[in-house]
């Protein structure tokens, strides 16, 4: 049982340039997230998915897009990175809902956009 | 808007040493609290929520709705607990929606 699984841990952009971070949870969650953790700001909520087939803005959504593939896998997209992107992201996933259903996250990838 | 806000980055203490690590928050309703831990090299977890009246490795945490505060405490710091901790609000009833603190780090030294 891995949880939430992030992929890449690390990837470095050019300005301009596109890539998908990819996440999957082998938890049977219905809801899945995806955060940026800049320093002195926590966690902002960019995109969610509250269940299979739909997905929602969250706070700080400009310059992404997301798909939610299917139960398992919610990924992130960024057509033209920029050097604001810069950060690193977590993907999360939560059961039903109720207050029993705290997020379980991944490790994180760590986006450097120069 | 809602907000969290943790006005310590850094907290350091020596093993033994009370800790309270401050939330305050703003949201005209009622939020549901949470803190959440993250060690080093290990993933973002839940510490506790408010709602469950839990005590966690020592620590809990009291809502106070008339401060709008949710400090987290420990009578005892460990060197274990060494970490990074957000405070987090949630105004929906799911509680997965959530807003988070910068985070403060507690470093206990031995």
């Known amino acids: 049982n891995a949880g939430v699984t992030q992929t890449p841990k690390f990837q470095v952009l050019k300005t301009g340039q596109s890539m998908t971070l990819q996440c999957a949870q082998d938890m049977n969650h219905n809801s899945m997230y995806w955060y940026r953790q800049d320093p002195g700001m926590g966690l902002r909520l960019i995109y969610y998915?509250?269940?299979?087939?739909?997905?929602d803005k969250g706070e700080v959504p400009n310059g992404y897009n997301v798909s939610r593939l299917n139960k398992r896998e919610f990924s992130l997209r960024l057509e033209s990175a920029a050097p604001s992107q810069t950060s690193v992201y977590f993907c999360a996933s939560s059961a039903v809902r109720d207050y029993n259903s705290p997020l379980h996250f991944g490790n994180g990838t760590r986006l450097t956009v120069t | 808007a809602q907000r969290v806000t943790q006005p310590e980055k850094l907290l350091s203490v020596f093993k033994g040493a009370p800790v309270e690590l401050k939330c305050n928050y703003s949201?005209?309703?009622?939020?549901?609290l949470f803190w959440y831990v993250q060690y080093s090299r290990q993933r973002l977890q839940l510490l506790l929520r408010?709602?469950s009246r839990e005590s966690i490795k020592g620590f809990t945490a009291d809502l106070n709705k008339g401060e709008t505060s949710f400090h987290l405490k420990k009578p005892f710091a460990q060197e274990e607990d060494s970490a990074m901790y957000y405070c987090a609000l949630s105004i929906n009833n799911a509680g997965n929606m959530l807003t988070f603190g910068g985070g403060t780090r507690l470093m206990v030294k031995p």
């Open positions: 408010h709602i």
């Open positions: 949201y005209s309703g009622s939020p549901e």
């Open positions: 998915s509250a269940s299979e087939g739909t997905t």
